[in-house]
């Protein structure tokens, strides 16, 4: 069997995420090796539990927020609004971006409250509770040996945080490194060295996927 000439993905987004974008992208190689580490911030949990409405722009805050108990819930995008539904909250879902959820903050019947992490792409117009923090992780050695030969490895990068703590790691990389943004925010945060660089459609993960499977054979070699 000729050996696969697709490049292999190098996945940095914390776990369990980049285990799903690996099942998303079946039958590609993919290195694991994420660069942020989601660690807890002291915060008083009665805030939470005692708002009256949440808002989430990312799955890593809503079990922070304590039971749901049908309280309204706005939620960046697909997959923080089905962590949100599973903690019990009533939600309404953005499209994936910060930027969605400013209408619905508008029209919100409810005083809300953001439970965030520590690195924010956007503030939004209500109060805000730090609830964890994105910590940088170094690079594996397996992922450290991808980067150090001189073949094609396409990075998928899902926030301006992993982006910026990225972009450091793959400094002095040998690699061609095709990068795919899920913003242009994120995009905007990236210094690193890139053949080429696109962005996503939407910011969701089947977009990047599909920005992926679009990217010209020349980039797929």
């Not at 099942?23 to 807890?40: D, E, K, T």
Request: aromatic share 4%.
């Amino acid at each position: 069997m000729p050996a696969d000439p697709r490049p292999t993905l190098l996945l940095t987004r914390p776990q369990p995420g980049a285990k799903r974008f690996a099942a998303l992208m079946r039958g590609w190689r993919c290195v694991i090796s994420p660069v942020l580490r989601i660690v807890p911030v002291d915060h008083d949990a009665s805030i939470l539990g005692e708002a009256q409405g949440l808002v989430f722009t990312s799955a890593h805050a809503v079990p922070w927020a304590g039971s749901g108990r049908g309280r309204p819930a706005l939620c960046v995008g697909a997959h923080t609004a089905r962590e949100a539904r599973a903690a019990g909250f009533d939600v309404t879902e953005g499209t994936g971006t910060a930027d969605s959820l400013l209408p619905l903050i508008a029209r919100a019947p409810v005083p809300l409250i953001h439970a965030h992490g520590r690195h924010l792409a956007k503030m939004l117009p209500v109060p805000g509770v730090v609830v964890y923090d994105q910590q940088p992780v170094g690079l594996s050695a397996k992922a450290k040996a991808l980067l150090a030969a001189p073949g094609p490895v396409i990075l998928p990068i899902f926030s301006p945080r992993t982006a910026t703590v990225l972009s450091a790691q793959v400094a002095d990389a040998r690699a061609a490194i095709t990068v795919v943004a899920i913003s242009e925010a994120a995009l905007r945060n990236w210094y690193g060295p890139a053949r080429h660089a696109i962005v996503a459609e939407r910011p969701d993960a089947h977009a990047m996927r599909d920005a992926i499977l679009r990217l010209p054979e020349a980039e797929q070699s």
